[in-house]
Nanobody, 112 residues
Framework: QVQLVESGGGLVQAGGSLRLSCTAS??????MSWYRQAPGKQRELVAT???????NYADSVKGRFTISRVNAKNTVYLQMNSLKPEDTAVYYC????????WGQGTQVTVSS
């Protein structure tokens, strides 16, 4: 079992920045990911980072978001810059570790 606890969401004006954190209850040696779900839309993949810190991003966030991890803290981060109203969503941390594990979600709201 893995518990994932997210933090860092909030309300920000367009052009602003936020940093999300997700801490796992034990060491994670696999890929860690961030997803988001906007109202009325399907959950979509935002960014992933492998255990070797190879990263991948959705086209919509490339150049604005940065995913990183600190294995010693069992934590993955999502630095979000130049935020747009269309980034408004609930953001979820996801890990596969002999099972699917999701965080509880953290709300990000970007006002225009």
């Amino acid at each position: 079992q893995v518990q994932l606890v997210e933090s860092g969401g909030g309300l920000v004006q367009a052009g602003g920045s936020l940093r999300l954190s997700c801490t796992a209850s034990r060491s994670i040696f696999s890929t860690m990911s961030w997803y988001r779900q906007a109202p009325g839309k399907q959950r979509e993949l935002v960014a992933t980072i492998t255990s070797r810190e190879n990263t991948n991003y959705a086209d919509s966030v490339k150049g604005r978001f940065t995913i990183s991890r600190v294995n010693a803290k069992n934590t993955v981060y999502l630095q979000m810059n130049s935020l747009k109203p269309e980034d408004t969503a609930v953001y979820y941390c996801y890990v596969w570790s002999f099972g699917d594990y999701w965080g509880q979600g953290t709300q990000v709201t970007v006002s225009s």
